[in-house]
């Protein structure tokens, strides 16, 4: 999509409504206000005002991250977990799933900021062994290796993890199967290693957190690329590789990514809509992220993705699949996220990534 041609200092006004204005010799009075019309913040001014705004939003979700990253640690107890309440179980889950909804809430925005903690803290297990070799971690429950929320995750709900989840991970080079600690030792490295190193990843994020150093650019591009990314994480179920697949909620992920997405993006509004050229791209990506909100939470199958049907194929399913809880939400969100379809969340958001001076999220 063309740019609109601006007048000298960054205002999107553009010099056919001055030829316009004095072509036609409208009144004095109509002239200034025209012009005082287009007189409104440049684009360094709101890309100032929208960091201190994504520096005060997201500041909340990550001292949210924190907390609940301490109270994990804190409920692990130092012997080994043959011995442990189920309450003591249960208080860790449930401060895991905090941090994972914090971290869903703000991870669009963050990842591309923080690159090395986000996999400090977000790396899939498959990824994190590609780096190990043939050993892979020898030591589940240390600080090193295998490290962050999905080693916490895999962890805490080892003995629920779906057969076919195992099935995949086993042909891994250097695959462990998920156990709880069974030795003190082990509960006390998970409770001062492996959670103190999650503790801290958290904690640098959160301290690093500064208004000044926001990327605006890399904040909006990185939201671009999480609604992407959407297609993929539905996707990875057909092969049991989703995100959250141990404890079974990346439908409460996506929704959290949708919440997250809506928050930051309304900062970006009052500019974009500055630029007349963007009205119609605003209105559909705002409809689009609402209907996307309303199908995942019409999915509340224990935060899980819905079951795949037996002989789904990504690349051609058939009718009888596609009528499926899992296909009905998969249909919905490829034509919401697809690239290269005109309507879509990715592909309005790009044409006015280009208006605000931002590069495409491609494939």
Known sequence: MRRPVRWPG????????????????????????????????????????????????????LGDMVRAAHDLQSAAPSHAWDKVDPIAISQMRDAWKRMRSAWENIEGAMSPMFPALNIALDARYEDLLLGLGENGDQNPFDGRGVIGMHAVERILFAQSVRPEVIARESILPGYRPPVYPSTDDEAIAFKTELLQRLVEDATTMETDWRPNDIDVGAAYLGLVDLMREQQKKVNLAVTSEEESRYANITMLDMRNNITGTQRSYELFREWILSKAAAESSDQQIVTRLDDLGKTYEAYRKGDSLPDVPEGWSSANPSPASLSTPFGILWQQIRESVDPASHGSVVFEMNQIAALLGFPEVIE
């Open 10 to 61: 960054g205002h999107g006004c553009d010099h056919g409504l001055r030829g316009t204005l004095l072509r036609h010799s409208f009144p004095f009075l109509a002239i200034v206000a025209s012009f005082a019309a287009c007189a409104g913040k440049s684009d360094a001014e709101f890309q100032t005002e929208i960091a201190s705004q994504i520096h005060q939003s997201i500041g909340v979700d």
